[in-house]
DNA sequence: ACTACCTTGTGAACAAATTCACAAGCTACT
DNA sequence: AGTAGCTTGTGAATTTGTTCACAAGGTAGT
């Protein structure tokens, strides 16, 4: 397959997104124009996007809502239930372990973990924090497709490495650092101060200019 | 100025924290090798960064850390502290409130806010909750310069209207979903479910192409 | 079955971002 | 003072991503 742009998939969430959102209302079809308007791009950006991965409409109809989500996650890979572990049983892990959102998007938190003897056996957003130490086993016998990382960023790169050595291919990472992973694993990384930058940027340097 | 890509500022941000790093443990010197290999980028990329906004180093040697240091602090507007208000006193909210890496950058939380008449009045992260019907009036009156969002995808909108309308001029929102604001202010989403979801179509469409 | 009217899918044109490649400039050493 | 060895700064080339524009294909009404 062709090489997908990081921006295009980005766009296929919100879609799928406003397509849950109108077929929930009930609406039967819609346009690229439609989605473009929801999404804020525009139409040809849509058909360009969908056509990377088949043609899924009617000319002069537009797309049958219901099939465009369920291709949509398919694409996306939302068919099933994903197993994602927490790294970290801090504030932000624990906020995360008990966040509705990522279950509504099949995404369930199944297990934290962390090193301080203190969090251990205490439960976290509902799930008892386990010792760190049983992690690479519980990857290893297929607990986890996913890992979410809410560790300070000291420590993260110690742990990206524990969890690819373990055979994990997913990581999202909250810690504010540069972490590197092989080639074959998917890491993303989440700097919440990054995003603050971007904004006082923006308003020290005179920028109009929205950028979403 | 011309326009500056946000791949560009995202970068800044990064060089930032190495340079940061290696200050602090005494490095004098750094040269745009070192810098690309530690923010994962090449070389040019760093100098054609640097090059929007002045030149800072010297040929032969390479950059001054302390020097580049303050002049990437200048540029990113982090010379002075920010007022950042939380809205919505939830668990990330209260996560993000007490996050300490905030403000070692110079974002300081100065306000929390909330509807729920069960949270105003507690303390969240040190701060205590206000009632919501006094955000407009405490933004008129200068006391924020940012605004983090952790409401309900539903609720979102609203409050960016409502603090655009006070004069507000950069968002940071966490709600899972798309927001508009006027072109003057500069809104930033920070989606889980979506960084997730390109999380599972690396896992389901591809096996390769690590993505930071 | 014909016409009028939509909207998709897509090559081609365009714009933006990245990488290349090298002259310019600085240091250190002799 | 001259030379060797670095590293910057930057136009040019290249690659990547977005927008344009329109033929193709479909519907609905008559």
Redesign the pocket.
């Given at each position: 397959m062709k090489r997908i742009?990081e921006?295009?998939v980005r766009r296929l969430s919100i879609y799928l997104s406003f397509l849950e959102e109108i077929g929930a209302r009930g609406v039967l079809t819609t346009?690229?124009?439609d989605l473009a308007r929801l999404g804020g791009?525009?139409?040809?950006?849509v058909?360009?996007d969908?056509?990377f991965f088949g043609?899924?409409?009617?000319?002069?109809?537009?797309?049958s809502v219901p099939e465009l989500s369920t291709r949509l996650r398919e694409i996306l890979g939302l068919g099933n239930k994903w197993n994602v572990c927490i790294v970290g049983a801090g504030k932000i892990g624990a906020a995360l372990a008990r966040y509705a959102g990522f279950a509504e998007r099949g995404f369930v938190v199944t297990g934290v973990y962390d090193s301080d003897p203190h969090k251990i056996g205490k439960t976290s957003g509902g799930v008892t924090v386990r010792d760190i130490a049983h992690l690479e086993g519980d990857i290893k016998s297929g607990a986890y497709q996913i890992a979410i990382l809410t560790v300070p960023a000291e420590n993260a790169q110690h742990i990206v490495d524990l969890v690819t050595k373990a055979g994990l291919k997913a990581i999202l990472s909250f810690a504010p650092t540069r972490l590197t992973a092989p080639a074959d694993v998917t890491l993303r990384t989440v700097n919440m101060a990054m995003e603050l930058e971007g904004l006082t940027f923006a308003l020290t340097n005179r920028g109009s200019d929205n950028q979403q």
């Amino acid at each position: 397959m062709k090489r997908i742009a990081e921006s295009t998939v980005r766009r296929l969430s919100i879609y799928l997104s406003f397509l849950e959102e109108i077929g929930a209302r009930g609406v039967l079809t819609t346009s690229s124009d439609d989605l473009a308007r929801l999404g804020g791009t525009t139409s040809a950006q849509v058909r360009k996007d969908l056509s990377f991965f088949g043609s899924f409409g009617k000319r002069g109809l537009g797309y049958s809502v219901p099939e465009l989500s369920t291709r949509l996650r398919e694409i996306l890979g939302l068919g099933n239930k994903w197993n994602v572990c927490i790294v970290g049983a801090g504030k932000i892990g624990a906020a995360l372990a008990r966040y509705a959102g990522f279950a509504e998007r099949g995404f369930v938190v199944t297990g934290v973990y962390d090193s301080d003897p203190h969090k251990i056996g205490k439960t976290s957003g509902g799930v008892t924090v386990r010792d760190i130490a049983h992690l690479e086993g519980d990857i290893k016998s297929g607990a986890y497709q996913i890992a979410i990382l809410t560790v300070p960023a000291e420590n993260a790169q110690h742990i990206v490495d524990l969890v690819t050595k373990a055979g994990l291919k997913a990581i999202l990472s909250f810690a504010p650092t540069r972490l590197t992973a092989p080639a074959d694993v998917t890491l993303r990384t989440v700097n919440m101060a990054m995003e603050l930058e971007g904004l006082t940027f923006a308003l020290t340097n005179r920028g109009s200019d929205n950028q979403q």
